[in-house]
Nanobody, 123 residues
Framework: QVQLVESGGGLVQAGGSLRLSCAAS????????MGWFRQAPGKEREIVAH????????YYPDSVKGRFTISRDNAKNTVYLQMNRLKPEDTAVYYC????????????????WGQGTQVTVSS
């Protein structure tokens, strides 16, 4: 089992940057592909980034491509989400999640979820 704890959220002005971190418990972190999702009020949850177990392959939807970067440090059991050029529409609760499959961009493919961290981007 994996427990995930996100940190790094907060309030930032449009155009600014934030770096989210997600610390995982357990000794099998490298066995999971990892994703970052977000959910804004009244909207469906959506994936914003995915990284494979090795960290060598990533996925981003068009809405964040070129602005967000996911990375992982398997030695530290941590996955990161660097968010640059933030926009008000990026405002949401951000969740990290762990999947046993090698490439997962659907939420139902993820077995473990963190509690979420709020990101608010002011205009």
């Amino acid at each position: 089992q994996v427990q995930l704890v996100e940190s790094g959220g907060g309030l930032v002005q449009a155009g600014g940057s934030l770096r989210l971190s997600c610390a995982a418990s357990g000794r099998t972190f490298s066995g999971y592909s990892m994703g970052w999702f977000r959910q804004a009020p009244g909207k469906e949850r959506e994936i914003v980034a995915h990284v494979t177990r090795s960290g060598l392959s990533t996925y981003y939807p068009d809405s964040v491509k070129g602005r967000f970067t996911i990375s992982r440090d398997n030695a530290k059991n941590t996955v990161y989400l660097q968010m640059n050029r933030l926009k008000p529409e990026d405002t949401a609760v951000y969740y990290c999640a762990a999947s046993r499959t090698s490439y997962s961009i659907r939420g139902d493919e993820y077995a473990y979820w963190g509690q979420g961290t709020q990101v608010t981007v002011s205009s």
